[in-house]
């Protein structure tokens, strides 16, 4: 069973720049038909998603962060980063990394989850 693990600095000022890791096991990033995933959810508010990296390394942003998010994998460390760049308070929240598979409608794996405050 693929396990995801986030990890990454959890207080930061605002228009600082922070990166995130999410650490793979029991299964390789680079496996066909996955996608690997960042959400995030933000205090008293729902899971918002925030862009993926394929099985190929194309990546693909939603709205709220296109721009200043960017995601990126390292093959040989097994593993996926968030770099998160001008940030808000509005970026206050529990940052997960996910497996999708292509064509499910659900993800397969999550990690535990990693708290990010911005604050002054």
């Known amino acids: 069973q693929v396990q995801l693990q986030e990890s990454g600095p959890g207080l930061v000022k605002p228009s600082q720049t922070l990166s995130l890791i999410c650490t793979v096991s029991?299964?390789?990033?680079?496996?066909?038909?996955?996608?690997w995933s960042w959400i995030r959810q933000p205090p008293g508010k729902g899971l918002e998603w925030m862009g993926a990296?394929?099985?190929?390394?194309?990546?693909v942003y939603g709205d709220p962060v296109k721009g200043r998010f960017t995601i990126s994998r390292d093959i040989a460390k097994n593993s996926v980063y968030l770099q998160m760049n001008s940030l808000k308070p509005e970026d206050t929240a529990v940052y997960y990394c996910?497996?999708?598979?292509?064509?499910?409608?659900?993800?397969?794996?999550w990690g535990q989850g990693t708290q990010v405050i911005v604050s002054s």
């Open positions: 990296i394929g099985d190929g390394g194309s990546t």
């Open positions: 996910a497996l999708q598979r292509v064509g499910a409608s659900n993800y397969d794996s």
């Open positions: 029991g299964g390789s990033i680079t496996t066909n038909y996955y996608f």
